[in-house]
Structure formats: structure tokens, C-alpha cells
């Protein structure tokens, strides 16, 4: 048999299966090639910093702020010592300012009562004499230990130098004193306005204070940004 005839014998289509098997293939070797190389040189997600706070218990509206600021970059770790918080939140300018401090929004302090109360509108005098004890003796006088910054902030207020009546009660908190006023007769106390809810009265305004923002170090980084955050 020639070669001519041995050629004629084989199908054509062979060489084209081959062809295409090899071109498939190449292009899944290449593609693999890619996608490896892709993983390769992804960068890994990036760890959430650690940032720990403090809140006095009059600030602590503002954590729901802070914490909604934090939600992709950084993770709140809540302290009980100020000292050692990366940032602090408070309500008034302490009495020594020794720490960089922003202010992120402004309170208002409040005297409040039960909405029966026979207690009306108040005159700065007018409160004053309470709060020393010289008012109405059915009126039980509600306050804060004195190292509270929303004490501090109505002393300096209201009070001037004038001195709490020894008989007065001590709320440990803000809800606290809500709930004693809400629910018992003939008092009267001091709250932050955004802690003025449901069934009580008004019955003076002694003013607004800062609320702040306080850092051991000028902020850097996530704490700066956190910073601007809450500043919005």
C-alpha cells in the first residue's frame, strides 16, 4: 500500500480532536494559573482594634453612639476604671482638666418631680432653698454621691458653694433617680434631660453642660476617628 493510501485511510478529525483537547487544556492550566495566583496575593482581613471605654452612668446615652461608630473598625471593650479607658465619656467638665477632651454634644440638667407633685416651677432661689433643706419638710430631696459628674455639674449650676441638706437621698444612677421620682410621692431630684422619660415634671432648667470625649493621649488613628465620629 503507498503512503499516499495509508494517509487517505486516516480521519482528518483526529487531528482536529487533538488540537482542541490541547488548546483546552492550555487555556484550564492558565486559568488555574490565575486563580492560585489570585488567592495568593489577596489580602488578609484586617483584626478590629481593641478600644476601651468608660461611661459615667449619666453618659451613657452617647455609648449607643459610640458603638454604632465602631460597628466595622473597631471592637469597644467597656472598663470599670477611667484611669486605664482609652476613651472617656462623661457629662460636665471635670473640676481639674488634665486630659485632651472634645466635646461631642451639650446636656441639659434638669430638677424633676412625679407629675402629682404639688411642687411647681422653681426660681434658681426657690431651688437652692430646697436642695439646703429649707423648703417644704413633706418634699424628700433625691441627689448623686458628691464625685458624680452630674452632680458636680448642678452644684456648680444651682448650689454655688451652697451645701446639700444632710437629709437628702443618694441615687447610685440616673434610672435610679427616674424610677424614685416616677414612683414615689413628694420627691424631687436632679436628671439629665435624655434620662427624662415617661410620667415626671419639669420643674427647672438649671442649664446645659458638655458632654466629652476624653483620651489619656491626643487621639491617633482609630481613636481619632472615633472622635470625629461622635462629633458628627
Known sequence: MSLRAVFAKQSP??????????????????????????????????????????????????????????????????????????????????????????????????????????????????????????????????VYATDADVQKAFDRLVMNGRSIASSAQIAATPQQMFDTLVNQPNTVGILPRHWKVGDSREVFNAGTVPVLALTRNEPQGVIKELIACLQK
Open 13 to 142: 478529525r483526529k487531528t482536529g480532536d487533538c488540537f482542541s483537547k490541547t488548546r483546552n487544556n492550555i487555556l484550564l492550566f492558565l486559568l488555574s494559573s490565575f486563580f492560585l495566583a489570585s488567592c495568593s496575593t489577596s489580602t488578609p482581613p484586617t483584626t478590629p482594634q481593641i478600644i476601651s471605654v468608660y461611661s459615667t452612668f449619666a453618659a451613657e446615652p452617647w455609648l449607643t453612639q459610640l458603638y454604632a461608630c465602631a460597628e466595622s473598625f473597631a471592637v469597644l471593650s467597656r472598663v470599670d476604671d477611667s484611669s486605664v479607658a482609652d476613651i472617656v465619656l462623661r457629662v460636665g467638665e471635670p473640676e481639674f482638666l488634665a486630659l485632651p477632651a472634645y466635646q461631642i454634644d451639650i446636656e441639659e440638667i434638669l430638677v424633676v418631680t412625679q407629675r402629682q407633685s404639688p411642687i411647681q416651677n422653681l426660681t434658681i432661689e426657690q431651688a437652692q432653698a430646697l436642695f439646703m433643706g429649707l423648703g417644704d419638710p413633706s418634699v424628700q430631696v433625691w
